[in-house]
Nanobody
């Protein structure tokens, strides 16, 4: 089992920046990919970016390309999401998730919530 705990959310003005963190513990060796998702009220959960362990390949949603950057600190078992040039439409609950390497095989799977086994509790980001 894998436990994920997000932090770093909060209110921010449009154009500002935030860095989210996701601390992982447990059987992290059993996972091959980690990702950030977000969900705004009344909307479906949306994949933001995924990173594959090993070669650190990344895959971003078009809506955040050039503004958001995913990174990982293996020594700390922590995933980060640096968010710059934030917009009001980025307002959402942000979740980190972990899943198997196999979800990387198809671009259609990489940001599909159903492909991920483990989820954190989320951290709220509000852009005004």
């Amino acid at each position: 089992h894998v436990q994920l705990v997000e932090s770093g959310g909060g209110p921010v003005q449009a154009g500002g920046s935030l860095r989210l963190s996701c601390a992982a513990s447990g059987d992290t060796y059993s996972t091959g990919c980690m990702a950030w998702f977000r969900q705004a009220p009344g909307k479906e959960r949306e994949g933001v970016v995924v990173i594959r362990f090993g070669d650190s390949s990344t895959y971003y949603a078009d809506s955040v390309k050039g503004r958001f950057t995913i990174s990982q600190d293996n020594a700390k078992n922590t995933l980060y999401l640096q968010m710059n040039s934030l917009k009001p439409e980025d307002t959402a609950m942000y979740y980190c998730a972990a899943g198997p390497t196999s979800l990387w095989y198809s671009p259609w799977w990489r940001l599909q919530p159903g492909k991920y086994e483990y989820w954190g509790q989320g951290t709220q980001v509000t852009v005004s």
